[in-house]
DNA sequence: TTACTTTGCGCAAACGATTGCATAGCCGCA
DNA sequence: TGCGGCTATGCAATCGTTTGCGCAAAGTAA
């Protein structure tokens, strides 16, 4: 009997020694599928009960190739579309047996350590679902050894998972709307130029409106999915050229921040003058504030994705990384001007 | 291409043959203290780089009596406080060297099973960040026999420490605010009333009412800090009483909710027909179109002495919990009328 | 009855660290 | 030279599991 702070640890030892068998017995009847005849099996679990066991999942971790933690690595919250991904992921993980353990980078403090500190506990994989991340970071996360998933971002090497919404897709359904409700000269509001995401989201967006003979006016990338970031850029977007009459922007964040300079500052009346569409469909965007037309990344898709791969990786064998994209839907409100 | 655990682990008795010493030699240069020789010490980390060595954490803390992992408890993110806090949470845990693990807790699923999963790994400390949590997980966190630290949430037992903003100072802030800049007739808008929080910034922000000569004209508890539920106490307060000039709000969430009914739907001004002040002073009070005048929760100190207690705990001895509060600090933006 | 497969169970060896205890070496000092 | 007191080291037990292996009991087929 074991004691830490003021509890009792019970061990396998207890159990077996209460229900009269080997510790053995009482790790079988722990383990799905092992061979315990039924009387024993009943002789352990009432024991186990009367004592309140748990089995120790450090030591269980000990013993077997995997954990069942999961390391969750992340950059600074700097879009409310993060939390929201986040929170998605850890109930899924949850669902699926996982424990998630969180590795926040700092952009100040040492970008790697975190991350060796998580591995330290031998977490089954990192899953990545920092689109800002120092490229230290992510290199240690790849030079692991542990299998990598990456979220709606994309990397050099073959050799980790790649989950994004499609993006293309989504730059294609932003076209179709603004489009097909009548506007003529629109724009495209970026976040990092280099940042997988926003590029793509901007390629569907233009091809789509090729497709449809209409020319895109504007395109700016602001750096990131900041709110700031999007006020700044319809200022500057606006004042080049008065006649756009839709923007499409690469995050809800930067639509607001469009939103509200367009109407704070330029006086422009919202879809009536100009018509606004966001991406991620974070929550804040039915607020009736806002109301924003926008295309929804499907956290809960993701997530279900995620997990997925997560035990895929967990069996053992020879194993090809995937690419996938997962497809992004329209959320219609009224920040886009109807035909 | 496909690398699933064909990493080499390297142990203590790698390094030790490598080093020629035995493998407490190479745990002792490991453990900070410890006598070692420089001459050893040396060769077993001159030994320790060449493999690429880092302790297990799981081994290690099978002997040991702690794990450094300190599980976070949380409900939903329903307001954007929460992933404000957790942020700043997890950055300090790492700071002091815990890695955090994160127990999410869903009004759908088993309110303690996850808990308990949390438990299995020995978590040093169970830090309860959600103030939205049921009953039961409350219950089972305290009777886990480990230490509970409770964010922003009072427990009716005196066995667990509790800290959260200074709630009384934080409402006679808002008051005073609103009373020099020569409101009077005042409301307040409460999230759910059986919660302390809610609670105390009412009773500070009356009681300086009070000793400043202004009864409180309406009081309203929501149910919940949520953006919708601001937008409807709003609607229903000013059908009331159409004279209410001021409205604090006990998060700065049903603080943009009182600001979108009132502007939207009841076309008034802010701050020209009717202040507004808020709460918590999370990222987006800041954006111009809400620019609200707010109580900012100190997250990062909240933060920093959460962090001083699981320090306090993780000596044995006979110990005592407490309850501190944060002192609040006022900032001041554009949603309240200037005198 | 014999022989052969199951099935269930216990022993003991991992897993990868830490740590109490015993000892070997060294130094200084009388 | 001998002795006391260090410090540095290694041995082996321990933490709480899982699991390969051997074996006894039981079941099946001839």
Redesign the pocket.
């Known amino acids: 009997m074991?004691r830490?702070k003021n509890v009792i640890?019970?061990?396998?030892?207890?159990?077996?020694e209460l229900a009269?068998?080997?510790?053995?017995?009482?790790?079988?009847t722990?383990?799905p599928g092992?061979?315990?005849?039924?009387?024993?099996?009943e002789r352990v679990l009432s024991a186990a009960k009367e004592l309140g066991?748990?089995?120790?999942a450090?030591?269980?971790s000990?013993?077997?190739?995997h954990t069942n933690i999961v390391a969750i690595v992340m950059g600074e919250f700097d879009n409310p579309f993060q939390p929201w991904m986040f929170d998605a992921l850890t109930r899924h993980l949850h669902r699926g047996g996982k424990m998630p353990m969180l590795v926040t980078v700092d952009s100040t403090g040492d970008p790697v350590e975190p991350i060796f500190r998580a591995l330290d506990f031998r977490v089954d994989v990192l899953v990545v679902a920092a689109g800002s991340l120092p490229d230290e970071s992510v290199a240690a996360c790849i030079e692991s050894g542990v299998p990598v998933i990456m979220l709606g971002r994309s990397v050099e090497t073959d050799i980790v998972d790649v989950v994004l919404s499609d993006n293309h897709m989504a730059g294609a359904q932003a076209a179709t709307t603004l489009i097909n409700s009548g506007h003529q000269r629109l724009a495209y509001v970026g976040g990092s130029e280099n940042r997988l995401a926003s590029k793509e989201r901007g390629e569907g967006f233009v091809q789509a409106l090729n497709g449809m003979d209409c020319p895109l006016s504007q395109m700016v990338f602001c750096g990131s999915y900041s709110y700031q970031s999007g006020y700044e850029a319809a200022l500057s977007m606006l004042t080049l050229d008065k006649k756009i009459d839709g923007i499409f922007c690469a995050s809800d964040s930067l639509a607001f921040g469009v939103m509200d300079a367009v109407r704070d500052h330029l006086g422009l009346k919202i879809p009536q003058d100009l018509s606004v569409m966001g991406m991620d469909d974070v929550p804040m965007s039915a607020w009736p504030g806002y109301g924003l037309t926008t295309i929804r990344q499907p956290v809960n898709k993701i997530a279900e994705f995620v997990l997925e791969r997560i035990d895929y990786w967990s069996v053992p064998g020879e194993k090809k990384p995937v690419l996938q994209r997962i497809p992004t839907e329209l959320i219609v409100r009224n920040s886009v001007r109807l035909g």
Do not use: H, I, K
């Open positions: 074991a830490v640890r019970v061990t396998v030892g207890d159990v077996a009269g068998v080997s510790r053995s017995a009482v790790s079988r722990f383990t092992a061979p315990v005849s039924a009387g024993t099996r066991y748990r089995p120790n450090l030591a269980r000990l013993t077997q190739s």
